[in-house]
Structure formats: C-alpha cells, structure tokens
C-alpha cells in the first residue's frame, strides 16, 4: 500500500482521537508525512482527561474490517470483550436476553481511552507520522490551505501550511465551525433532549462481575434508561441515559437523596452494586449527544471532514466510530482511484459516504426511542422473536436490520431497503390473530405459509 511518490508531501490531520488517529495510519501507508495536532494531551500519560467523554464503545464487523486492512485488528480485538446479545432488565426483577446473531456473533465492547491510546501508539509507529498534543485548532484559511493552533498551556500560536486539512475533531469540530462562516456551506444540529452520565460498576469478590459479562445490560424506563457495558476487568461502566428537564431528569436529581431513592427504585436489582453513587453522578456535568450534518464535507480541494465532525450520529445503533473507521478505508480506496486529484478524492468519498450517512442519522434516532420505549414491550419482543426464527430458517434470505448493520458492510441504505422489504413480511406475520399463543406451537408453518405468499 505504501506509495513512496508522495513521501514528501506533509498532510495535516486535526484531531488525534479515534478517527483523526487511523487515518493517520492509513495516509502514512500511503507514503504522506503526516502532523497530528489534538487539542488534549497525550492519551497515554496518566491524569484526568476531563472533556472528552469515556463510555465503552461497540465494534462491529465494519470498523474491525478498517482497522484489518492496516493490522491493527488483532491489537484492538485484545483489548475488548464480545458481548453477544442485550439483557434487558424489567422493574420487577425479570430479565429476559436478546441475543444480536442467532449465529453466535458478537460486536466488541472496549474502554474509549484504551482504544484511543492504542490507535494513537499504532500512528506514532507510521514512518512520518508526528503528534503536537495540547494544540487547539483556533483558525482556518480553507482557500489558502492553512490552519493555526494554540497551545493549550503556553498559549504560543502556530499556523500550518499550505497543507491538506483533514478535520477528524469530532461532533463539535472546530475545523467546520470555520467552514461555517463560508459561503454555501449548509449545517445543521439537533441536540437529543437526553443526556449520559458515566457510572463505574466494580468488579464482585475475586474479581467476579457483578452481571453476566458478555451481554450489554440494559434497563429501559420510558423517558430514561441505564445500560451497562463489561470490561476486561469483571467490571461495567454504565450510562444513565435521562432527558435534561422534566420529571425524571438530571434538573430534578439534585440532591443525594433524590439521587440515591430514584436510583434504587428504578434500577432496584443493580443501585446496590454502584458504589459512591452521588459522588460518581455530581462529580461532572451530563454530557449531551448530537446530530450533525453539514455539506460540502471539503474545500477548495484543501480541507476535508471526516468522522463525526462530518456526520455526528445518536449512539444507538454503537456506529459512530464505527463508520469514521470505514471512513478511513474508503477515503484510502479513493487516494488510490485519483492520485495526485485531492478535489476528485474529497469529492468521491462524500458522494460515497455523505448518502450513507444521511440514512444512518434517520436511523440512529428512531433506535434510540426504540431502545428506551420499546425493547421491554412484548409487541416488540415478539417481532424480534418473529425475526429471528426467520434468521433461523431462512439464513441466506432474512437478516435483521440490526444484524446487516452491525455483522455486514452492507451499505446503510441498501441494509434500510432490505429491511423495508422484511419489515412488510414480519408486519403480515404479527398480523396473524392470536399470533403470540400461536407462536410457539406453529411458528414454522406460518413463517413458510407467508414466505411462500409473498415469493
Ligand atoms: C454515549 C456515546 C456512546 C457511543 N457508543 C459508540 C459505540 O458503541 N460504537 C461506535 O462506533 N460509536 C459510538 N459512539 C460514537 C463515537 O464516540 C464517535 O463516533 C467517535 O468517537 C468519533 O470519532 P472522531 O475521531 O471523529 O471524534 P472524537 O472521538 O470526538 O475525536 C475528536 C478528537 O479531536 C479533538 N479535538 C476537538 N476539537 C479540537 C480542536 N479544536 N483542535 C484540535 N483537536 C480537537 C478531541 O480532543 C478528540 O481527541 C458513541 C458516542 C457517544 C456519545
């Protein structure tokens, strides 16, 4: 892969967290010098790195595949645990297990930081690659191809350039906050009315989780839901998912007391095993979570915008990272198409990719609402049992729509019109009378009877 004819060219990469560090890999396989500047310091030294939030992410099959075509696969999959399908806690106490696959595949949880650090070790390992922490993006020249930074301590200013500008600094990006203020340059955010907080569930005596460790534990409540994610060291780190204002929200959990009585009347079977409760909550301010789209996601052939802060998403369906990943890769096949044409790469990976993304913000907030109101209801819990006895029986012409984003490359708008298709055949399916009673007994047949219906 590596292109030695470029060896000279240096690129600017803005922003050295999970994006911004791959693509520097990538641009360097490719033979570019590349200088990374990030805001925050090094990921690797110890000491708190208050900003930038640290909730679990999933992998899946689409990220995986970008960090397989640069090696980086087996390192990043070392430092997760598989989790195979969602526990769903009700407040009663009962659980019920979804399982993702009905053919035993697993997306990845893993510490935001520890893949960070990882992917920031791998890029300092790419001949050419160098990393200037500490250094914010405060300006940007699109037209002349130049960019300044300001030192986070010292205060010095640098401006860098003409260069290519890849601006990888996230949902709230200060690349496209210059972009902003130019000339046909269309953005638009929409804040979720949610928010997240972080708590930290230890490990049991021995090390023991607390929890089954390869599920990701979820307890929907309507406007509000915690979810859980395993780590390496039997412990979870969880997400209390809450709407800014109104009743159950973090404006009205003020109070240690409110705190704690909301918390054990809610989550009763899991309050106790958070320790420090109040001081873990009150300790930072709920973080928020945006949509993001924009275009043009370039400039002038010198700037371009990739991972969130070109189309920041909900996490519901676990595919931000994920898909600034395969950002990565298809950028890299689209040097490769148009070398030495930086406007032609820029303009190919937006059409390839802007489509993509546009459909996968859709989704992202229909899931979320899904995922808070829904997964406990057994309408819907029937539908996805429907689904996966069709998985089951029909393994080469059904898949779930969560199995084909989060198990396949398949494109998001081809997975949405799959699943549009599916989607009729499990509607006429539920449609059946007394489908539930009959869904032990006779689901086979009835699955073939309306299979062969709409064939
Ligand atoms: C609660 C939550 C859960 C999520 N779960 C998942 C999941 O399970 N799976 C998944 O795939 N995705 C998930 N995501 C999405 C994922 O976190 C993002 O898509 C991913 O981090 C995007 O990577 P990025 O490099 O583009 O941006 P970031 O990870 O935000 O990195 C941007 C970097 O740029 C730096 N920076 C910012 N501004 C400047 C500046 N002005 N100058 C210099 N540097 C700057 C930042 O410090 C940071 O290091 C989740 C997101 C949230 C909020």
């Known amino acids: 892969m590596r292109n030695s004819d470029h060896a000279r060219d240096r690129l600017t990469v803005v922003g050295g967290g999970l994006v911004g560090s791959l693509l520097a890999v990538y641009l360097a396989r490719r033979g570019f010098g590349v200088d990374v500047f990030e805001r925050q310091p090094d990921p690797r030294m110890p000491g708190p790195r208050s900003s930038r939030p640290s909730i679990n992410l999933t992998l899946c099959e689409r990220g995986l595949a970008a960090l397989d075509a640069v090696g980086l696969k087996d390192r990043v999959l070392a430092l997760t645990v598989p989790v195979y399908g969602r526990r769903i806690h009700l407040i009663d106490g009962s659980t019920a297990f979804q399982p993702y696959s009905n053919r035993g595949e697993a997306i990845h949880s893993i510490s935001r930081n520890e893949l960070n650090a990882v992917l920031v070790a791998a890029a300092e390992r790419e001949r050419g690659v160098a990393y200037h922490f500490d250094q914010k ?7 002349g191809g130049t960019v300044s930074f300001e030192h986070a301590v010292t205060k010095a200013r640098t401006e860098v350039g003409p260069t290519k500008i890849f601006g990888a600094d996230g949902a709230y990006s200060g690349v496209r906050l210059q972009l902003q203020k130019t000339e046909l340059f269309d953005y638009s955010q929409q804040y979720s009315p949610q928010g997240y907080k972080e708590l930290a569930i230890p490990a049991g005596p021995e090390g023991r989780p607390v929890l089954e460790a390869d599920a990701l534990h979820i307890w929907p409540r309507g406007d509000f839901m915690l979810i859980a994610f395993p780590n390496r060291d039997g412990s979870f780190t969880c997400g209390l998912y809450a709407p800014f204002h109104g009743e159950h929200s973090f404006a009205s959990l003020t109070t240690e007391e409110r705190l704690v009585a909301f918390m054990h009347e809610q989550f009763p079977d899991i309050a106790p095993c958070i320790p420090s409760i109040a001081e873990q909550f009150f300790a930072r301010s709920a973080n928020t979570m945006v949509t993001v789209r924009c275009r043009p ?8 915008l990739v991972g969130d802060a070109a189309h920041s998403i909900l996490p519901s369906y676990g595919q931000g990272a994920n898909a600034g990943f395969e950002d ?22 937006e059409e390839l990719r802007r489509p993509e993304m546009d459909v996968m913000a859709d989704l992202c ?53 799959i699943e549009s298709r599916q989607r009729a055949l499990v509607d006429r399916i539920l449609a059946v009378d007394g489908i539930e009673q009959k869904f032990r007994s006779e689901m086979t047949t009835l699955v073939e009877h309306c299979l062969q219906e709409v064939a």
Not at 298 to 304: D, F, M, Q
Not at 367 to 384: D, G, M, N, Q, S
């Open 328 to 349: 990565c890769a298809v950028l890299d096949r689209c040097i490769e198409r148009h070398p030495n044409d930086w406007r032609g790469v820029f303009a190919e990976l």
């Open 365 to 417: 907030v229909e899931h979320f609402y899904e995922l808070r109101e829904h997964v406990a209801e057994p309408r819907f819990l029937l539908r996805k049992a429907v689904e996966r006895r069709l998985q089951e029986l029909y393994p080469e012409r059904f898949a779930s729509l969560y199995s084909l984003v989060a198990f396949t490359r398949t494109p998001y708008s081809e997975a949405v019109r």
């Open 137 to 143: 993006c405060t300006g940007l020249d699109s037209r």
């Open 297 to 304: 996601w370039s400039r002038h052939g010198n700037v371009l």
